[in-house]
């Protein structure tokens, strides 16, 4: 059988409408010969999401973005996803939105649920989900701060303008006064340390020569304390102590009346004829003193003696 000129230009035609077809698919990113799933997923901002955008499960790229369009109805952005990989996805696997990095546009990020057994089936919108990137982290943080250093300037404005109204003519002049005496007195300080270099080295010999005595006197310290440590003082500190407890024991007898000496000290009687007796006593050589010769009696002419008069202060009669 022949093949003629028209059938054969028939397949061309075809085969080109085909390879045509298939190129522009590929182009595209979609394979006509390979079985995908294709989900879907809303977002209220895609973030600069582009279509062809990869796809990926735990790093992996499972497939890519192939439309985004707009859902008239609630106003968010449809995302078509087209995957293709064995894992099961369940159907409450969520869709994450997320940047890789600094430079690089927005991904898509499958997180798969696996405690869910129930695999996603072909055409079903999944749950979105939005992370921060890197610049968004960024822009969160330093928020707050901008608002603290914005915070802060106007804390400066109102103290430089606080500064600007205390320093007028008369604080200008003040402060200029008193930066002056400052200064002074930094140089007299300056003075002073120097004096005080040239006082400790024109003494240098005799401070050394003070630490060196210092250090003997620590050195015989030390030796006295080791002669103290050496002798036993704790016998010396009991026997003074058994001394004392004795010394206490004769005391409280004496108090106590105890023994010859506490009886004495103790007998009023005793203190009251000592008393009488010392004031008897005290008579007798007063009448001595004045009349002698009544008691030594040398007469050469036996010239009789003369009556006796007692004592103005006697206090009995005593007739010889």
Not at 17 to 32: C, E, P, T
Not at 62 to 91: A, C, P, R, W
Not at 182 to 194: D, G, M
Request: glycine content about 6%.
């Amino acid at each position: 059988m022949k093949i003629t000129r028209e059938i054969k230009t028939a397949i061309l035609v075809i085969a080109s409408i085909l390879l045509f077809i298939w190129g522009y698919s590929f182009l595209k990113g979609r394979d006509l010969f390979t079985n995908y799933k294709t989900l879907y997923v809303e977002y209220d901002n895609v973030e600069g999401l582009a279509a062809s955008a990869p796809v990926t499960l735990n790093g992996l790229v499972i497939g890519k973005v192939t439309k985004i369009s707009i859902n008239e109805t609630t106003g968010k952005l449809l995302i078509e996803l087209q995957l293709k990989t064995d894992f099961l996805i369940s159907k409450t696997s969520k869709a994450s939105l997320y940047s890789p990095g600094v430079i690089s546009g927005k991904q898509i990020a499958i997180l798969p649920n696996f405690a869910d057994k129930e695999e996603a089936v072909d055409g079903q919108t999944l749950e979105a989900d939005v992370q921060l990137g890197l610049t968004d982290r960024l822009g969160t943080q330093i928020q707050p701060l901008q608002q603290k250093l914005d915070k802060l300037l106007g804390d400066v404005d109102v103290l430089v303008l606080g500064v600007n109204n205390v320093l007028d003519k008369k604080g200008q002049e003040d402060l200029k006064y008193s930066l002056e005496n400052l200064n002074h007195t930094l140089k007299q300080f300056h003075q002073a340390s120097k004096t005080l270099n040239s006082i400790l080295d024109a003494n240098k010999g005799q401070i050394n020569g003070v630490v060196t005595n210092f250090n003997k006197m620590s050195n015989n310290f030390s030796k006295i304390s080791d002669s103290l440590n050496k002798a036993d003082l704790g016998k010396t500190v009991r026997n003074l102590n058994q001394t004392l407890a004795k010394v206490d024991g004769i005391m409280s007898n004496l108090n106590s009346g105890k023994g010859t000496a506490g009886k004495l000290l103790n007998d009023d009687a005793l203190y009251n004829n000592l008393s009488k007796t010392s004031k008897e006593l005290e008579l007798l050589l007063q009448d001595v003193r004045l009349y002698p010769t009544r008691y030594v009696n040398v007469s050469l002419f036996g010239k009789k003696n003369k009556p006796y008069v007692a004592p103005k202060d006697s206090t009995s009669t005593t007739k010889k």
